[in-house]
């Protein structure tokens, strides 16, 4: 690679994942790199994966293979996150034209690995057919330090792509390992930045216009401060606090919270902080004790419920959303209609649904009692229907009601605007020719309609 360096990312999975490619792009730019939009532009091509369901490996070997033909082209390939930890070596087996292979715990020495890379020679076009490994393919630079790493990956190159809202991790990894999950496997043991670097951060976002931040971590509630005297250390409340308190900064969200270390100093300092947004994601994943117990989620339905019922009395109005995993080995019809019994209870604004899937490495792959994909399905459809009747009762409460909306976008075909509540419900709107509003701004709107996923309205003026 010579002269102008092209790269083109590709990224799967869950706003960890999107913020850590935001960190890689900042970070290859700062290397000295240019992002591109296509594939064919690109002297290098990176796919992000994400494997915490279904078949991830599969289809990220099917994509690779895809873009093999590419090498002809001189072109190199990398694969990083949650694929790449899981399978490691393994990608260069099946995918010999890949060179670099990096989890997300390794990001950190990505400069020296893309050092390493340009030292690769590139594919000699004349040679593209024949079936001899080629110098490219024998190059394998690999990034693969799995529960090793103490670090976070921090820079200062983070390339966010909205002007608006932007993310920042606090505490990478997790050291749960609930039964089901990959992710203690592929984003290492839990570790945190320091709260000063999280203000520092937050500060200059703030100077940098930012009016929405959203703090992210598998698990934000076992966030642990490790800067300078143990007095000055901050929880995770307090830290959400002083998020909120950096002025400049209107809206403060976090994700995702773990049930067992959710304290009930998060629902104070919401009630007590204005920025903190009325919302709070906090994954049940069953509403059965039995379930409970075997996915090794450290709480009961019991304790589960005692958080719901600190958030049902605050004084804000705290919106709340859950992810539930139906056909989890061993779950009877009687477990599954506790969860749907949980549902009715609650009373959800959304819930994320998911078939359990087997992952590689997991606990739960020697539990016996699989339950059949016809039966996860039944029960999925079931689960999505009840909480579909949820929500349209609780989204026709806002009828005829004024929210505060932060602008997102404009919506062409429907002439309408998209706004997001503190709630984080989406709240389409129109407005008046003579008041058009600018994308990023806070405007009041009046909800004149509701759906069981979003509201209507018109904008206030
Ligand atoms: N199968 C199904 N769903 C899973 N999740 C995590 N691992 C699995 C799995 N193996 C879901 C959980 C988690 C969300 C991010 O993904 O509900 O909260
Ligand atoms: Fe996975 Fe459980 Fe950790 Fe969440 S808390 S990332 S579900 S192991």
New binding site residues.
């Given amino acids: 690679m010579s002269g102008d360096k092209t790269f083109y990312l590709e990224t799967f999975g869950?706003q960890m994942n999107v913020h850590d490619s935001e960190k890689v792009i900042g970070t290859l730019v700062h290397e000295g790199y240019r992002q591109v939009q296509t594939v064919e532009q690109a002297d290098l091509i990176l796919y992000n994966t994400c494997s915490?369901?279904d078949k991830a490996e599969q289809k990220v070997f099917h994509r690779l293979a895809d873009f093999k033909k590419l090498q002809s082209q001189g072109k190199k390939f990398g694969v990083l996150g949650c694929v790449a930890q899981q399978e490691g070596e393994k990608i260069f087996e099946r995918a010999p034209h890949v060179s670099l292979v990096c989890g997300s715990a390794s990001y950190t020495n990505l400069p020296q690995m893309l050092k390493q890379l340009e030292t690769v020679p590139q594919e000699n076009p004349k040679e593209a057919h024949s079936s001899k490994l080629t110098a490219q393919s024998l190059i394998r630079i690999t990034g693969l330090d799995d529960r090793a790493t103490d670090k976070c990956f921090e820079t200062e190159f983070t390339a966010r792509t909205n002007p608006h809202r932007g993310y920042i991790t606090i505490i990478e990894g997790c050291d749960k390992f609930?039964a089901?999950?990959?992710?203690p496997f592929t984003r290492g043991k839990e570790r945190s930045r320091t709260s000063e670097s999280v203000l520092a951060e937050a500060r200059q976002m703030a100077d940098l216009g930012y009016t929405e931040i959203q703090l992210l971590g598998q698990n934000v509630n076992s966030y642990k401060d490790s800067a300078g005297k143990s007095a000055s250390r901050k929880s995770f409340a307090e830290l959400l606090v002083a998020v909120g308190e950096v002025p400049g900064i209107k809206r403060v969200r976090f994700t995702?919270s773990h049930p067992r270390d959710f304290g009930r100093d998060i629902v104070d300092a919401i009630d007590a902080v204005p920025t903190l947004c009325d919302h709070v994601h906090l994954?049940v994943?069953s509403g059965s004790n039995k379930v409970l117990q075997a996915m090794q989620r450290l709480y009961t339905r019991e304790q589960y419920e005692e958080r719901i019922a600190w958030m049902k009395s605050a004084e804000r109005d705290i919106a709340i959303t859950t992810?539930?995993?139906v056909g989890f080995p061993g779950e009877s019809d009687q477990d599954f209609m506790e969860t749907l019994n949980l549902l009715d209870e609650v009373g959800y604004d959304g819930v994320?649904t998911?078939?359990?899937?087997?992952?590689p490495n997991?606990p739960?792959l020697s539990l016996q009692d699989a339950i059949p994909d016809e039966e996860k399905s039944r029960r999925l459809e079931a689960l999505m229907q009840r909480q579909k009747e949820i929500q349209i009762k609780r989204y026709k409460k806002y009828l005829g009601t004024t929210q505060e909306v932060m602008v997102e976008a404009k919506n062409e075909s429907r002439k309408q605007w998209i706004g997001r509540t503190t709630q984080n419900k989406t709240l389409n709107f129109t407005a008046p020719e003579t008041s058009v509003p600018q994308i990023g701004t806070y405007v009041n709107v009046k909800a004149t309609q509701t759906f069981p996923n979003s509201l209507l309205g018109e904008l206030v003026i």
Avoid at 180 to 183: G, R
Avoid at 354 to 359: D, E, G, N, T, V
């Fill in positions: 869950c915490i369901r609930c089901y999950c990959v992710v995702t994954p994943q992810d539930v995993i994320f998911f078939k359990y899937s087997p992952r997991t739960a």
